[in-house]
């Protein structure tokens, strides 16, 4: 890069940030990180708040670029599907892809982030400094204000660059906003539905209650219960509810007894495996769900959103730090060009990401309409079992919508769900016409045929859609 600016702020000790101080440290730029909260290391600081992590295909390649892949893998539990949970405690077990080597991974937050932490302060170039709030930034003069959480003195940071990785609540965000110095389009949507975090203790042993390699679901239509494992044999368990629709929400399950008649009624299972809910309910928060997009993501050559600051999304396709990792891919990629100056490097990383950090936001809405109602459908299960069929048999031809996003790193989200939408649209279309059936016959020249068909159906929804201008 022609212009030499070297020395660059970050904003945020989160898991992009950590991430992308380590990367561009290995690049040889002096790194300076700040973060609001005490280090994750020596203090426990989930406060309810950590809703376990799913790590996948574009989160690894994340870890290979920067050589941690092998460490992180210590720390993950392989996820094979999902065990749905129905009302009297049945449980049906749907795999995520009908290749074996397909899965997904169960991984602790503060683990993963406390890695990412060490390995960054490994680099003589990377400074960390915790309990330093960023109050704003004045992206003109590539200034940031800080606040010490302990001492309350406020002191000024300043950068050839500063990036800002501090989430959905991100202080540079705001100050892009509140400036008014250029036009910036910010949206933040919110799900009716919040979250609270629960827990299934291990056995006395030390053992799992439950299955250990699924991430369980009890899908009941309008609200789900999930749980997803941990090393130490416990499972971190989500409640999502709407605030105030239905006969249970958040707003009315304000005793003991409400909620385990909630449980009683809705979790039976569940609730056998749980003598702590009632601590965990009242203990931890309930918490909001929402969807950030903005744009632009960057100011000239001076300042750049990441991750969650540019794009928050709901977590429902276990992605949001899978593409946050996958930022950091993209980046090193433009990087790597060494374009003129950072203003070309930040406009190109933009215009390579935008358009997939949108489809991932609104795949992770819909997954969150499947898994709390239509996997407990039986014509939706009957589909996944057909899409688990053929990619057994056809592993090289093709791959369910879930398949295209999480297992093919090198597929953009975008193509991954314009092709993903139109083969489900096209599977329910040979369904609902009678086409092909449910009842399989699962012979593989039988197979081939139901493919070839759910092909030409698949091309031409899409050049329907090509047509229509609505790729």
Known sequence: MKETKQNILIIGAGLCGSLLALRLAQRGYKVNVFEMRPDLRKVDISAGRSINLALSNRGIKAMKLVGIEDKVKALCIPMHGRMIHDKTGNTHLSNYSGREHEYINSISRGELNGLLLTEAEKHKNVSIYFNKKCKSVDFENTTALFQDYKTKDKFVEDADVIIATDGAGSAMRKSYYLGKK?????????????????????????????????????????????????????????????????????????????????????????????????????????????????????????????????????????????????????????????????????????????????????????????????????????????????????????????????????????????????????????????IISTKLDKTKNNLKTILDKVKQETEAILEDDRIADLH
Not at 377 to 404: G, I
Request: net charge negative; charged share 25%; with cysteine.
């Open 182 to 434: 250029f036009l910036f389009s910010f949206s933040q949507d919110y799900l009716t539905h919040g979250y609270k975090e629960l827990s299934i203790h291990p056995k006395e042993n030390g053992d799992y209650k439950t299955y250990k390699n699924a991430l369980h679901i009890w899908p009941r239509g309008s609200f789900m219960l999930i749980a997803l494992p941990n090393l130490d044999g416990s499972f971190t368990v989500t409640l999502f509810l709407s605030y105030d629709e239905g006969e249970y929400h958040f707003n009315n399950l304000t005793t003991e007894e409400a909620v385990l008649k909630f449980f009683q009624k809705e979790f039976p299972d569940a609730l056998a495996l749980m003598p702590n809910l009632i601590d965990d309910f009242f203990k931890n928060p309930t918490s909001p769900l929402g969807t950030v997009k903005c744009s632009p993501w960057h100011y000239k050559g001076n300042t750049l959103l990441m991750g969650d600051a540019a794009h928050a999304i709901v977590p429902f396709y276990g992605q949001g730090m899978n593409a946050s990792f996958e930022d950091v891919v993209e980046f090193d990629k433009i990087l790597e060009k060494n374009l003129e100056s950072w203003e070309a490097t930040f406009k190109a990383y933009q215009k390579t990401r935008k358009k997939d950090t949108d489809a991932i936001a609104d795949l992770a809405i819909d997954n969150f309409h499947e898994m709390k109602s239509h996997t407990a459908n039986p014509v939706f299960q009957k589909k996944r079992k057909l899409e688990m069929l053929l990619e057994k048999h056809f592993p090289d031809e093709y791959a369910s919508k879930y398949a295209l996003v999480t297992f093919n790193e090198d597929i953009r989200y975008h193509e991954a769900m314009l092709k993903g939408r139109a083969q489900d649209k096209a599977i329910l279309n040979l369904l609902s016409d009678g």
